[in-house]
């Protein structure tokens, strides 16, 4: 028998860096402020001190040069993993993501690949404000060349960054702070292939579809338990991989329950939610019979207050009203 050991999202984040750091010598981290729990939570504390400085860097307050120095090291043979402690900066390093590590395989006829992990945290809420509470996913899932994987389970924080990093590919790995207390029982680390991530159904249900990644796949699972109180019985799909996205686990629940809702941590306008939605309708045998809907946030930049952030920020109990009406109960 495997022995299992209860572990918070956040601790499984460092559980990840430190297997990767044991097994795999080429692999090191770069980022701001990975030395203090202020920058990065409980994700990587005293890593530097078990591995060393010269692999747990902490680097100046340059998201450019810090990715850029990340892709070199990854075209020299390395395995480096950058860490943007707010998604909200990576954007500062966009043209080295987007136009640089993304095409260089496209580019050079598949004889160069860029294999760099970005690790974008997600900190909104908490009264900080429309630039510091940005999520972007959809942003960055549309772009060709780049993975996109959005973790929703302490077990998925850890396995998917040692997948991200064992990839040939660049990668994005998206975690947020509103899941680093979410706990779980976990077998010991082990290496893991990105060829295996794919959507998951954590719930199984006939009623309805509950389509989410990350933060979503934890709130989709609480409406649920309360849908399952008023007799409706919810299949939810956790997305997982963002890009390239693989939709055949969604479109066989959306034809079992005729109702699908997906919900997403991101703007609403030609966001993960409308892709999700189009991916149905333009499946003949499913356009006519799936009712679809989806929540997301408002069109708006996030607000700093705390009682506007209550009204902009959706909750279970809005997954809930949504959910019956799409069902007419």
């Known amino acids: 028998m495997t022995a299992t050991v209860k572990t918070s999202y956040g601790v499984a984040i460092r559980d990840g860096f430190a297997h990767l750091l044991a097994k795999h010598p ?15 939570g409980n994700s990587m504390t005293n890593l530097e001190i078990e591995f060393g ?16 120095a990340g892709i070199g090291a990854a075209l020299s043979g390395y395995r480096p993993i950058v860490v943007h402690p707010r998604v909200d900066f990576m954007m500062l390093a966009v043209d080295q993501i987007v136009t640089q590590a993304a095409k260089w395989r496209s580019m050079f006829g598949g004889d160069v690949s860029v294999p760099l992990v970005i690790r974008g945290i997600i900190n909104r809420g908490g009264e900080q404000g429309a630039q510091h509470s940005q999520s972007l996913q959809s942003w960055f899932a549309h772009i060709p060349g780049l993975h996109v994987l959005m973790p929703a389970t302490p077990r998925d924080a850890r396995d998917m960054l040692i997948a991200a990093t064992l ?4 990668v994005l790995y998206m975690d947020d702070r509103w899941c680093y207390e979410l706990e779980e029982e976990l077998p010991p680390a082990a290496d893991v292939s990105i060829n295996d991530i794919a959507p998951l159904r954590r719930r199984t249900g006939k ?5 989410g990644c990350g933060y979503t796949t934890k709130l989709n699972l609480e409406a649920a338990e309360l849908l399952a109180a008023l007799g409706i019985e919810a299949d939810v799909i956790d997305l997982r991989l963002l890009n390239p996205l693989k939709p055949a686990l969604v479109h066989e629940s959306a034809a079992k329950t005729g109702r699908m809702l997906v919900v997403d941590g991101d ?8 892709e999700i939605i189009a991916g149905v309708a333009e499946r003949p045998e499913l ?5 679809c809907a989806r929540i997301t946030h408002p069109d708006a930049p996030a607000p700093t207050s705390k009682p506007l952030e209550q009204a902009f920020y959706f909750t279970a109990a809005d997954i809930v009203r949504e959910a019956r009406t799409l069902c007419g109960r």
Not at 53 to 68: C, F, N
Not at 167 to 170: H, L, M, S, T
Not at 267 to 274: P, Q
Not at 287 to 291: L, S
């Open 53 to 68: 400085k010269e692999r747990v860097i902490d680097v100046p307050v340059s998201e450019v040069a810090t990715t850029g």
């Open 267 to 274: 703007w609403r306008s030609c966001g993960l939610a409308a």
């Open 26 to 40: 080429k692999a090191f981290v770069m980022g701001q402020g990975l030395w203090s729990p202020w920058y990065v």
């Open 167 to 170: 990839c040939d590919d660049p």
């Open 287 to 291: 356009r006519a019979g799936v009712h």
């Open 207 to 211: 009623d309805i579809t509950l389509v």
